[in-house]
């Protein structure tokens, strides 16, 4: 036997061994339970990240956060006015608002933005008073107001005066008692007005005037009285005219009538008055 051979035998006697061995191992398995056939096996879908930006949320609830916080913030102002009282000196304004405000009175005679005049604050109502001492003109009112988050509201436009306590003085009854052999004569001045009802010149004894009255005129504020102003004048020959100014304090009443009878000497002369007040407010 050739060399070549005898490793050919050998190396399949090795190799016969080797699969018996294997063989009996399978043999010597304990197979288990019969497994049926299985059908296709599928993997579960596996869905990768987005790669684009993350979904905001849904538009609905954006929208319902958004308008429930727009109502807060621009919810209405309501800010409403009105004439509180009216006096000698002024008008006093009040206002009301729906939460508090810093408010400002606009005010002016062509229209309420001509001036300004803070009320204090910021508050939800408050009153203040507009000074109007030389006139009694019609003036326009309105009243802004403005709120910490910066919302505006204002009032409607409204017209006021002053109280205008008006005063008519009427002499009822004036005589002027001259000394014989002399004249005389007596003028009347009241508010800017006069009226010379009796003279110069006249001879007396007594002589006696028309009753009279001076134009109606508006009182100052707080006005409770004022000067009815009487001229005398005097002839007494052979001396020169004289002449002599008194002034007679007329009380006013603060509404209606009064009746005021007075009795007035001067350079020789006596004037006898009965005069009636009529004041009247508007």
Same mark, same amino acid.
């Given at each position: 036997?050739?060399? *070549? ?70 919810a209405d102002l309501? +800010? %409403?006015?009105? +004439?509180v009282d009216r ?27 001509? %001036? /300004? ?7 939800? %109502? ?15 009112? /309105?009243?802004?107001? =403005? ?17 205008? =306590? ?66 005398f004048s005097h002839? +007494?020959?052979?001396?020169?005219? *004289?002449?002599?100014? #008194? ?9 209606? %009538? ?18 009636? +007040?009529? #004041?009247?407010?508007?």
């Open positions: 036997m050739s060399r *070549r051979l005898l490793v050919v035998l050998v190396a399949l006697g090795m190799l016969a061994t080797g699969g018996g061995v294997a063989v009996g191992l399978l043999l010597a398995r304990d197979p288990g339970p019969t497994t049926p056939a299985a059908g296709p096996t599928t993997i579960p879908e596996t869905t990768a990240p987005p790669t684009s930006r993350p979904a905001t949320p849904s538009s609905s609830s954006t929208s319902s956060s958004g308008t429930s916080s727009t109502t807060a913030t621009t309501s +800010v %409403q006015a009105r +004439v006096l000698e000196d002024g008008v006093v304004v009040g206002y009301e608002a729906t939460e508090p405000v810093s408010a400002v009175l606009l005010w002016g005679f062509g229209g309420p933005g001509e %001036q /300004q005049l803070p009320f204090p604050g910021p508050a939800t %109502q408050g009153t203040l008073k507009l000074s109007l001492t030389e006139t009694v003109r019609t003036v326009a009112l /309105q009243v802004a107001g =403005r709120s910490a988050d910066g919302r505006t509201g204002s009032s409607d436009t409204m017209t006021a005066r002053r109280l205008a =306590r008006r005063v008519v003085l009427e002499v009822r009854d004036l005589t002027l008692d001259i000394p014989v052999g002399t004249t005389g004569g007596i003028a009347t001045s009241f508010r800017g007005s006069t009226v010379t009802p009796l003279g110069p010149g006249l001879s007396g004894p007594t002589v006696s005037a028309e009753p009279y009255a001076f134009p109606s005129s508006v009182l100052g504020a707080g006005t409770r009285s004022g000067p009815l102003t009487l001229r002839d +007494v020959p052979p001396e020169p005219s *004289r002449t002599r100014v #008194v002034d007679l304090t007329v009380p006013f009443p603060a509404e209606g %009538q009064a009746t005021l009878e007075r009795d007035v000497s001067a350079i020789g002369l006596t004037a006898h008055l009965r005069l009636r +007040v009529t #004041v009247t407010a508007s």
